[in-house]
Structures are given as C-alpha cells and as structure tokens.
Nanobody, 124 residues
Framework: QVQLVESGGGLVQAGGSLRLSCTAS????????MGWFRQAPGKEREFVAAMNWSGRSTHYADSVKGRFTISRDNAKNTVYLQMNSLKPEDTAVYYC?????????????????WGQGTQVTVSS
C-alpha cells in the first residue's frame, strides 16, 4: 500500500509560480513511476506530467509543456511539480499518483495510488 500526501497548492496571480510536493510512504518509492493529474470544475481528470522510476524519462501534456517541470527526490520519497507562467486555465485540483510499474503512464488507469489532491487557483 502507498500513501500519497500533496502540498503546495494555493492562490496565485497569472504569470506566477507554485511548486507542488507529493510525499509517499508505505513502499519502495524509488522503484515506481509517478505522475500528476488535474481536474477542473465540470471537467474530467486530465494528465499533466509523469516521470519514470529513475527520473530519466518524463512526459508532459501539451498544455503545460515548457511551463511545468516534474522532478523527484528518491531520498525524500517526494515528487515535485514546478509550475511557472501559470494561467487561469491551470486552475484545478492537482493530484499526485503512483503506479506499480517502473514505466511512466499517461492514463489514470495506469496509476494504482492517489493523493487527496491540492487546490491550485490562478487569478487573472
């Protein structure tokens, strides 16, 4: 079993930055891929970014490419999402997720464990 706890959300003006953190416990964090998803009001949950177990492979949604960066610190069992140049359309609840695989996934169904979510609100 894996427990994931996100932090770092909040209210920021357009053009600003936030860094989300997700700390994992319960199993070997360093051997699994991690991802970030988000869900805006009235919309389906969507993929944001993912990183494989080693950190050597990453993938981003087109909507965040060049603005968001996923990273991990296996010594701290933590994955991060650095979000720069934020836009009002980035407003959503952001979820951290863990797979049971070393390979990153692009779909919600690829992930077995989820955090509780953290709200990010970007004002115009």
């Amino acid at each position: 079993q894996v427990q994931l706890v996100e932090s770092g959300g909040g209210l920021v003006q357009a053009g600003g930055s936030l860094r989300l953190s997700c700390t994992a416990s319960g199993r070997t964090f360093s051997s699994v891929a991690m991802g970030w998803f988000r869900q805006a009001p009235g919309k389906e949950r969507e993929f944001v970014a993912a990183m494989n177990w080693s950190g050597r492979s990453t993938h981003y949604a087109d909507s965040v490419k060049g603005r968001f960066t996923i990273s991990r610190d296996n010594a701290k069992n933590t994955v991060y999402l650095q979000m720069n140049s934020l836009k009002p359309e980035d407003t959503a609840v952001y979820y951290c997720a863990a797979t049971s695989s070393r390979n990153l996934g692009y779909w919600s169904s690829d992930y077995n464990y989820w955090g509780q979510g953290t709200q990010v609100t970007v004002s115009s």
